[in-house]
C-alpha cells in the first residue's frame, strides 16, 4: 500500500497522468481512494533535512549499548552537536572523530535509522504525509511540543479544581504553575468541555511539586494520544521520535486505532488554540 501511496506522490509531482495506463482498474481505484497529501503546512521547511537530527537522542542508547564505546564513537560522529553530547556523558565516550569519510557517515546513519525501522515497515517521508490538522505538531519545536502537553494538561487540572473547596489548597495548586499557565488556566473557568474525563486524584502528589508536575505531563500525554488516535502511524511515529524515548513510547501506547468519538476532533481544536498561542508567542 505504502508502494502505491509514493507512486501517487510521484505522479502528482510529474503531472504525468501517461502513466496510469500502465496500471490495472483495480491500481487506479486505490490511488483514487488515497486521500490528499498534505500541502496546506510547510512541514519540510521546519524539520530537518536528517531524519537523525530530527529524532530525540535517547532512542538511540538501545541500539549503541550493543556496541563498544570505540564503536559507538563513530555512530555519535555521524550525529549533530547536539544530540553527541548527551549521548557521550551516558555512554562514557571522551573524544570523537569528526573527520569521518562522507560514505561511512551515510552507511552508520542508515545503521542508525535501520535500529529504529523493521525492514518489513516502510515510513513514509514527511512530504508524503496524508493532509490532518495534526500534521502541524511536525512544525513545533521539541521544547514547544513539550509545553503543548503542558497545557493540554490544564484542561484537567481545572476540570479538577472546580471540586476543590479549599482554599489554602487552590492557592498551592497556583503556585505550581507558571504566569502564563495561570493566565491560561483561567481563561478555561468557563469552559464546558463535551465530554466527561475520570477524576485526577492529586492528593497523593500535592505536597510535591516535582511528582504534581510529572502528574500533569501525564494527563497531558494522554490528551495528546487521544488527538493523534485515528491518524496515520507514519504522522505518530514522527510525533513520538521527536519526543524523549519515555514519553514516545508512552504516547504510541495510548493512541488508539481509530478515532475515539466526541474526544478526539475536541482535543484537536483545543491543541491548535494552544499551537496558535505558541506561534503568536502568547504562551513562552
Not at 564503536?71 to 553527541?84: D, G, Q, T
Request: hydrophobic fraction near 40%; include cysteine.
Amino acid at each position: 500500500m505504502k508502494k502505491l501511496i509514493l507512486f501517487k506522490m510521484f505522479l502528482e509531482k510529474s503531472e504525468n497522468e501517461r502513466l496510469l495506463k500502465y496500471l490495472t482498474e483495480s491500481e487506479i481505484s486505490k490511488l483514487k481512494s488515497i486521500p490528499p497529501f498534505s500541502k496546506k503546512l510547510e512541514i519540510k521547511k521546519n524539520f530537518p533535512d536528517s531524519l537523525i537530527d530530527a529524532i530525540h537522542y535517547s532512542w538511540f542508547i538501545p541500539f549503541l549499548n550493543s556496541y563498544t564505546n570505540e564503536e559507538s564513537s563513530l555512530f555519535l560522529s555521524a550525529m549533530k552537536i547536539s544530540n553527541r553530547k548527551p549521548l557521550q556523558d551516558i555512554l562514557g565516550i571522551s573524544e570523537l572523530n569528526d573527520e569521518i569519510n562522507p560514505n561511512l557517515k551515510s552507511f552508520l546513519k542508515h545503521q542508525l535509522i535501520s535500529s529504529l525501522i523493521r525492514k518489513e515497515d516502510t515510513l513514509l517521508p514527511i512530504e508524503c504525509l496524508f493532509e490532518s490538522k495534526m500534521n502541524i505538531l511536525l512544525t513545533l519545536t521539541k521544547k514547544q511540543l513539550i509545553k503543548l502537553i503542558d497545557y493540554l494538561s490544564l484542561y484537567d487540572l481545572v476540570k479538577e479544581m472546580k471540586y476543590i473547596l479549599d482554599k489554602d489548597k487552590l492557592k498551592k495548586i497556583y503556585s505550581y504553575l507558571s504566569k502564563d499557565e495561570k493566565k491560561f488556566a483561567n481563561s478555561l473557568l468557563n469552559y464546558v468541555e463535551p465530554f466527561a474525563t475520570q477524576r485526577m486524584i492529586i492528593d497523593k502528589f500535592f505536597e510535591n511539586k516535582k511528582k504534581f508536575r510529572n502528574f500533569l505531563h501525564i494527563r497531558g500525554l494522554m490528551r495528546l494520544a487521544y488527538a493523534l488516535s485515528g491518524e496515520s502511524l507514519d504522522l505518530i511515529w514522527y510525533v513520538c521520535h521527536y519526543l524523549d524515548i519515555g514519553r514516545g513510547n508512552f504516547l504510541f501506547k495510548e493512541c488508539k486505532k481509530e478515532k475515539v468519538m466526541m474526544v478526539s476532533e475536541v482535543i484537536r481544536s483545543e491543541i491548535l488554540k494552544i499551537i496558535q498561542l505558541i506561534k503568536e508567542k502568547e504562551i513562552l
